[in-house]
Antibody, heavy 120, light 108 residues
Framework: EVQLVETGGGLIQPGGSLRLSCAAS????????MSWVRQAPGKGLEWVSV???????YYADSVKGRFTISRDNSKNTLYLQMNSLRAEDTAVYYCARGRTTVTDYYMDVWGKGTTVTVSS | SYELTQPPSVSVSPGQTARITCSGDALPKKYAYWYQQKSGQAPVLVIY???KRPSGIPERFSGSSSGTMATLTISGAQVEDEADYYC???????????FGGGTKLTVL
């Protein structure tokens, strides 16, 4: 069964750092595009970052320079290192598997999410 | 930055057809995708590549796209279809995805 399980969320003070993990089962992380998507309380979905199977990475402007996406192939796990956290980063963070088409990619399997709260 | 525009809410009675639209300048060249998110749950893909339905998604869900507008249609909407629906696509480069603002579907 294809499954994604996020961990690492919690309460963190503004300016702090946190690393989220996403353990995958049923497929190989390194062979797929993998994304992080977040959802602030009462708000819509916001794409955060993607890592391609080839290793290229992309970020939303709102997190560029502060967040880093990576993966550990030996652990079949995706990560999101979040630095210089702000109150507006408060959200549920989902990891998702990406599928590619000729022109783009989309997310077909999602984890249940982990909650990050940035507050003093 | 690229944007996808959805109506904030749509309301239908059970058994009626619900249509949710999504407009974006790049949609003539990019696929539209649709996600259903029920309260407190993770999103679920219901339509991919404009009009394809993943396995396990009921046949009453369908999608179409023409020009700069994509449409999710739920034929014979049921109470259990009440959810937020998000369209998704990428910008013209294909590297930067974007979600629409979401549409709350009420079936009552």
């Amino acid at each position: 069964e294809v499954q994604l399980v996020e961990t690492g969320g919690g309460l963190i003070q503004p300016g702090g750092s946190l690393r989220l993990s996403c353990a995958a089962s049923g497929f190989t992380v390194s062979s797929n595009y993998m994304s992080w998507v977040r959802q602030a309380p009462g708000k819509g979905l916001e794409w955060v970052s993607v890592i391609y199977s080839g290793g290229s990475t992309y970020y939303a402007d709102s997190v560029k320079g502060r967040f880093t996406i990576s993966r550990d192939n030996s652990k079949n796990t995706l990560y999101l290192q979040m630095n210089s956290l702000r109150a507006e980063d408060t959200a549920v963070y989902y990891c998702a598997r990406g599928r590619t088409t000729v022109t783009d990619y989309y997310m077909d399997v999602w984890g249940k999410g982990t909650t990050v709260t940035v507050s003093s | 930055s690229y944007e996808l525009t959805q109506p904030p809410s749509v309301s239908v009675s059970p058994g009626q057809t619900a249509r949710i639209t999504c407009s974006g300048d790049a949609l003539p060249k990019k696929y539209a995708y649709w996600y259903q998110q029920k309260s407190g749950q993770a999103p679920v893909l219901v339509i991919y590549e404009d009009s394809k339905r993943p396995s396990g998604i009921p046949e009453r869900f369908s999608g179409s796209s023409s020009g700069t507008m994509a449409t999710l249609t739920i034929s014979g909407a049921q109470v259990e279809d009440e959810a937020d629906y998000y369209c998704y696509s990428t910008d013209s480069s294909g590297n930067l995805p974007v979600f629409g603002g979401g549409t709350k579907l009420t079936v009552l």
